[in-house]
């Protein structure tokens, strides 16, 4: 499983590699990036940039045309070591590719992607989630008569919300694969609309 400082330190690469940014503009983005239920907190991005000033992977410049009664604004830039790092983990292909915590991230820059690896990471997500999906869906047959009509229609809205995802990512295959027959003509620019924390969770594999 990816860990959350990895999710933050790629999006951080990513977004850098596309201009220099303030650390406002930064905590604004990735917040729109990983989703309304995961709000990122200075306390967590901080943290993440002074490691990754350490290891030489960003560098950051003071605005010279700050006031000198106010302290200089900080803008982030990514290295060429850090450039390199970004492209190094954009090219892995693998289960932490398509974790919850980490694939909508990798999916906001699959633009810096070939079509092969675009493939592997949505046919890998994919299959993870039908695994998922059946593996709830015969937890449900076995319980259902233990459950109240709650909680059963939480689980049916769960069940519901990756059956959405799956034939989502299955047009997004389609697509990328350049078949005229796939309802989805152009790939999305962004995440699924249901939010991670409404998928039914099963333990990984």
Excluded: C
Excluded at 61 to 77: H, K, M
Aim: hydrophobic share 35%.
């Amino acid at each position: 499983m990816a860990r959350r400082g990895d999710t933050i330190e790629l999006a951080v690469l990513g977004l850098l590699h596309e201009g220099p940014m303030h650390g406002y503009e930064l905590r604004k983005r990735l917040n729109l990036m990983l989703g309304w239920g995961r709000v990122l907190s200075y306390g967590s991005l901080y943290p993440a940039l002074k490691k990754m000033l350490r290891a030489t992977l960003i560098t950051e410049v003071a605005d010279t045309s700050t006031p000198v009664n106010r302290r200089p604004r900080i803008t982030y830039e990514v290295t060429a070591a850090g450039n390199e790092h970004f492209q190094r983990l954009m090219s892995e292909v693998g289960p932490t590719a398509w974790e919850d915590d980490n694939f909508d991230i990798r999916f906001a820059f699959f633009s810096s992607t070939d079509m092969e690896i675009r493939l592997r990471v949505l046919e890998g997500r994919r299959s993870r989630l039908q695994e998922r999906l059946a593996r709830v869906q015969g937890e449900l047959e076995r319980t259902q008569a233990e459950v109240n009509r709650y909680a059963a229609e939480l689980n049916r809205h769960g069940v519901e919300s990756v059956e959405r995802e799956v034939r989502w990512l299955s047009d997004l295959i389609r697509a990328e694969r350049g078949d005229e027959s796939s309802p989805t003509s152009t790939t999305p620019a962004t995440s699924p609309a249901t939010p991670h924390g409404s998928t039914p969770r099963a333990s990984n594999d």
